[in-house]
């Protein structure tokens, strides 16, 4: 069996505490299911004999980035438990600033397209992410497009294109005012930035095919997601 627990952070920059409230959000998800198939290294328990059996961490990832999320996935896929124990907390410092968030999610991107290469399935749906953020992407694509289209035409019907976008951030700004967290307005913007920064990430990653199928150095693999 397997155990994860949960973030806590006491800082208070908009980034951080956004950053914090995804984690949040995620957690609720989790709770709510029996068992995962999601486990992050930050606050968790393996059985010695099951990590040893499953071969460990995968060390064709060069970097240390969704190398525990693949394991977790390679667990599940062997009818391994994995369990949410919320009450094991760790407190974590987060991105302070945005642009800093944002090169920390283009990362998070481009290794996830590695994992979802060994697990297709994966792709579609697991324990851990919302799926309402896989629609935000495409939605955040047609949002840029639409200010873009706004500035070049001054035709500001074309700012319509935004609304799809802002609705499905509803859902995240409803829970961050329950957890009377980061304010409405961080969470839109936070959104955005994290939906393209995703889109970057998968784009190089498609672009530049499978990362661990490349030659390249730990120091270039970092500067491929930077």
């Known amino acids: 069996m397997t155990d994860v627990g949960s973030y806590l952070s006491l ?64 667990l599940s896929a062997q009818g ?50 919302p799926q309402l953020l896989k629609l935000q ?6 949002a840029l497009l639409g200010m873009a289209a706004a500035l070049l035409t001054r035709k500001v019907r074309t700012l319509a294109l935004i609304v799809p976008f802002l609705a499905s951030t509803l859902p995240l700004v ?11 307005g961080w969470v839109i913007w936070g959104s955005f930035v994290r939906a393209l920064a995703f889109v970057i990430g998968v784009g190089l990653a498609l672009l530049k095919g499978d990362p661990l199928l490349g030659t390249a150095t730990p120091a270039q693999a970092e500067a491929e997601v930077h």
Do not use: C
């Open 80 to 129: 391994q438990r994995m369990l949410f124990v919320p009450q094991a907390r760790v407190y974590h410092e987060h991105d302070e600033n945005w642009r800093a968030y944002m090169r920390t999610k283009i990362g998070r991107g481009y290794w996830r397209m590695a994992v979802y290469r060994k697990h297709p399935e994966k792709s579609l749906k697991d324990s851990y992410t």
């Open 174 to 184: 409803a829970f961050a005012r329950k957890q009377k967290s980061v304010g409405a």
């Open 11 to 74: 800082q208070s920059s908009p980034a951080a505490r956004f950053s914090q409230l995804e984690f949040e959000e995620r957690y609720a998800l989790m709770a709510r299911r029996p068992a995962i198939d999601f486990v992050a290294t930050y606050s968790a328990a393996y059985r010695r004999a099951i990590f040893l059996a499953a071969g460990g961490f995968d060390s064709s990832f060069r970097r240390a980035n969704n190398e525990d999320t693949e394991l977790a996935y390679r």
């Open 137 to 142: 992407l495409p939605l955040a694509l047609l």
